[in-house]
């Protein structure tokens, strides 16, 4: 076999030409889909809005504050107005640490006051709290994040409409109407109040802490809040 | 070859992920319900089809040397094209679902491997029906393991449940552990069925083979 001679400036170059080529593509198509991407943040985080806050005629994505809590998190809270009063926030937390693994995203809607809001009334009222965003356990962590309603094949079969607004979920609605004093809410495992979920003790956690710093923060900057929204 | 063989070898006698085992780690991290296994598969095939068209119409002008880089490059930038396409216009659940899999396609070696192993030496036609049925081999065996583990987890196929009483979740196939035991039971059941027709025929079944004498992707073996 003889060797042939490995021509590097050559091999690099097509290497430069491919890598180039690429570049290119990709840059044409972030530009294709970048406004959609963009516009499909938004539109996940309105949908939140709607869904935790009490009737708003107000654009609350443009009127926002944000604020660090005890726990080094972010909270972002916009202000949804009626006929310019404030009638509630929303309290947005994206950076918490402590789920099981990564991040846990809450959108908590509050009262004025900085009170967990509750949607519906009477005995089916729920919490204004919803997980946007998660990566815990399928079946474990995701009971105590989701409200999704689950379909069945009966659904299925007698075409029974959708539960409109959200859907219960009994460790999510322990929250509906509670305020954040100063003994930080725990889970039952750790001696306090809360109903965590068996085999999901550090999601149970990480929501507790998450909501529970969410309604802090608010009523730590009540006054900044208002002042600053108005 | 017949291109109809060609395309059917991917979904059974060379299936990638249940007879060739490539492609282990999106196999065994997305399959936690159908639906994720549907969409990872047809994300994966997507790219394949993408990489063995360029990879097969380049074959001739890519010096040998650097070929590996270019396969890379070229598989990168259509994985890169996949994850902006569905962050732009897939369902929210199914991206935040498959997000962190997606980038991983580009060490998919489902997707390198039928680069170097077929589309480096076949036309672009047939590298198509390579990628279209190694690609659907892959979305249908995805979306069984998923569609399994779903079940078994919650009692419930793509969302929805199929026995309303169930309210139990069941962990272990929703889990890792879970989803190497299921997919040790399909190999075995796979192997099992393929034992049995191998018998009727009075042969001795022996896998599709990804041996050394018929892979060149580290040079090891004689030049063909």
């Not at chain 1, 996940?44 to 005629?57: G, K």
């Not at chain 2, 070859?1 to 060379?14: P, Q």
């Not at chain 2, 394949?48 to 360029?54: F, M, T």
């Not at chain 2, 190497?180 to 042969?203: C, D, P, S, T, V």
């Amino acid at each position: 076999m003889s060797e042939k001679k490995i021509n590097i400036p050559m091999l690099g170059t097509f290497l430069g030409v491919i890598a180039a080529i690429a570049a290119g593509l990709l840059s044409g198509v972030q530009a294709m889909t970048a406004p959609q991407i963009e516009a499909n943040k938004k539109a996940a985080i309105s949908l939140a809005m709607d869904q935790v806050l009490p009737a708003y005629d107000n654009d609350p994505s443009t009127e926002f504050q944000t604020f660090t809590c005890g726990r080094g998190w972010d909270v972002t809270f916009y202000a949804a107005r009626k006929d310019g009063k404030i009638v509630g926030y929303a309290g947005k937390v994206d950076n918490t640490d402590d789920g099981f693994s990564g991040t846990v995203s809450l959108m908590v809607g509050l009262l004025p006051d900085g009170t967990v809001g509750s949607i519906g009334s009477g005995d089916v009222a729920n919490s204004a709290v919803i997980v946007t965003a998660q990566t815990e356990t399928p079946g474990l962590g995701t009971a105590l994040t989701d409200r999704k309603q689950q379909k069945t094949i009966v659904d299925l079969i007698q075409g029974s409409e959708a539960v409109t607004g959200l859907v219960p979920n009994k460790y999510l609605d322990w929250y509906a109407g509670r305020k954040a004093g100063d003994n930080v809410w725990g889970i039952v495992k750790d001696g306090d109040a809360i109903n965590g979920k068996t085999g999901a003790t550090i999601t149970s956690r990480a929501v507790c802490e998450a909501v529970y710093a969410v309604s802090r923060t608010a009523v730590d900057n009540l006054e900044t809040l208002s002042k600053g929204a108005e | 070859m017949s291109a109809m063989k060609e395309f059917t070898k991917g979904l059974w006698k060379e299936n990638p992920v249940l007879v060739l085992l490539l492609g282990m780690c999106p196999t065994l991290g997305v399959t936690s319900s159908a639906t994720n296994g549907l969409g990872m598969g047809i994300a994966t095939m997507f790219v394949l089809l993408g990489s063995n068209v360029v990879v097969s119409s380049i074959r001739n002008i890519v010096p040998k040397k650097i070929r590996i880089p270019v396969y890379i490059v070229i598989i990168a930038t259509f994985v890169t094209m996949i994850d902006l396409a569905m962050q732009a216009y897939a369902p929210a659940s199914l991206y935040n679902a498959l997000g962190i899999f997606i980038p991983l396609i580009v060490v998919n070696c489902v997707v390198l491997g039928r680069a170097e192993a077929f589309a480096s030496k076949n036309g672009v036609g047939k590298s198509i029906i390579d990628a279209l049925g190694m690609g659907l081999g892959f979305t249908l065996a995805l979306v069984a393991l998923g569609g399994v583990r779903e079940f078994l987890g919650s009692g419930s196929l793509f969302q929805i449940k199929l026995i309303p009483a169930w309210q139990i979740d069941f962990m272990l196939p929703t889990s890792a552990p879970g989803a190497f035991i299921i997919l040790g039971l399909f190999l075995a059941g796979m192997n099992a069925l393929n034992i049995r027709k191998a018998r009727k025929e009075g042969k001795n079944y022996k896998a599709a083979s990804m041996d050394c004498s018929t892979c060149n992707i580290c040079d090891v073996g004689e030049e063909k």
